[in-house]
């Protein structure tokens, strides 16, 4: 598992918060982190030897600092996954104590387990930045409750509304969609069947040790093995989905409400042109808005490979891997710009009342502050 790439579009897509917790140093961290706490579990049931556990940490130890994730990653071709190669480097590094390195497993409880871990890291990041996105837009509710702009229906001017009401309703998505991503994430269990699901080779304690290894780890405890019931990946496509989308739709208002005829809002740092001096690019919106037109492809792709045949998924389970590191740098990407953009946004309460008086439709709609507050009183 090599570097996510793209490291020059990471910044101005605004996903490099999310790729520092899913570049190759984070899966090895990742990968780790299960085959120790494995071993621990394995001992505490006593399918390993508890004397051993020590030699397996410091192996771990020994790996996270000096094994060059690219070159796991290219160990990892011949097997089709990392973990056979780690698993082996591990056993070699543990010496006599290499008989404890991953107890009843099989290559894809350690990735399963591993990907739950770097998904709760990049969540992480990206419920901060929805979160703030979201503040931000609270405060340009609160702030511009009263201030009177045309609401456009079909790209024309229709009623009045106001500005509050608008970013409200922006702050509204958001809430919901950072609520809705953070519920799915925290369900997600740790994953241990061993080889075709029945834990056969942790016999008789395989249930134990799946518990005690999700407790070890923080993650809820598993009801059964998932390895080709992939229903919790398609559920965490979809949220993280439903994000990108919740945050398109304020960047999206935001780019057309920043047209030079319109001006109704601007960037506080808009970007220029390279050969048209004059504009005014709302360029995290529009960045923003390109991150999160990559999200709904990926989220079909894991769709897509939700069909797991039988015990072990041919093609299906490593097509989750890029398309998952993807979607969550897409989702995140889309949250980081709409952060920077609705945290510095420019309200021109001028231009919205020009703009209104093109129309005669009468005065602020009696229900607009009402509904304002409605919204922000119920922000969790």
Do not use: Y
């Not at 051993?52 to 089709?80: C, I, K, Q």
């Not at 024309?156 to 509304?161: K, V």
């Not at 208002?253 to 220029?272: F, M, Q």
């Amino acid at each position: 598992m090599s570097d996510v790439p793209g490291g020059m579009l990471g910044p101005l897509l605004g996903s490099d918060r999310v790729a520092a917790t899913l570049d190759g140093q984070a899966w090895l961290a990742a990968l780790l982190d299960v085959e120790v706490a494995l071993t621990h579990a394995a001992a505490g049931q006593g399918l390993v030897d508890a004397a051993d556990v020590v030699g397996v940490v410091a192996a771990a130890a020994t790996l996270r600092s000096g094994l060059d994730p690219a070159v796991l990653a290219a160990e990892a071709v011949e097997g089709g996954n990392p973990v056979i190669p780690l698993a082996r480097r591990l056993r070699a590094a543990a010496g006599t104590a290499g008989g404890a390195v991953h107890p009843g497993a099989t290559s894809q409880d350690v990735m399963d387990t591993a990907l739950v871990l770097l998904v709760r890291a990049a969540a992480a990041v990206i419920g901060d930045d929805l979160a703030a996105a979201a503040a931000a837009a609270a405060r340009l509710g609160a702030g511009h409750r009263d201030t009177p702009m045309a609401a456009r229906t079909l790209g024309q001017q229709a009623l009045p509304t106001t500005f509050g009401l608008v970013a409200a309703g922006w702050c509204a998505g958001l809430d919901r969609a950072r609520h809705g991503l953070a519920e799915v994430v925290a369900a997600l269990p740790v994953q241990f069947g061993g080889a075709a699901g029945t834990l056969a080779a942790s016999h008789p304690d395989g249930p134990a040790v799946a518990d005690a290894l999700a407790d070890r780890l923080g993650l809820p405890r598993q009801d059964v093995p998932w390895h080709t019931e992939r229903s919790r990946i398609g559920e965490l496509a979809g949220a993280l989905g439903v994000a990108a989308g919740a945050c398109a739709k304020p960047a999206t208002d935001v780019v057309l409400l920043a047209a030079t005829e319109v001006g109704e809002v601007s960037e506080a740092e808009p970007g220029g042109s390279s050969s048209m001096p004059h504009k005014r690019n709302p360029v995290a919106a529009v960045t923003a808005r390109a991150s999160a037109h990559r999200a709904p492809g990926l989220v079909a792709t894991l769709l897509a490979a939700a069909d797991h045949e039988h015990q072990r998924a041919a093609g299906a389970w490593h097509c989750e891997w890029p398309a998952l590191t993807d979607l969550l740098l897409a989702t995140g990407g889309a949250a980081a710009r709409l952060r920077t953009c609705l945290d510095g946004l420019v309200v021109h309460p001028d231009a919205m009342a020009r703009n209104l008086s093109l129309i005669d439709a009468g005065g602020i709609p009696h229900h607009a502050g009402e509904l304002v507050d409605r919204i922000l009183a119920h922000r969790r």
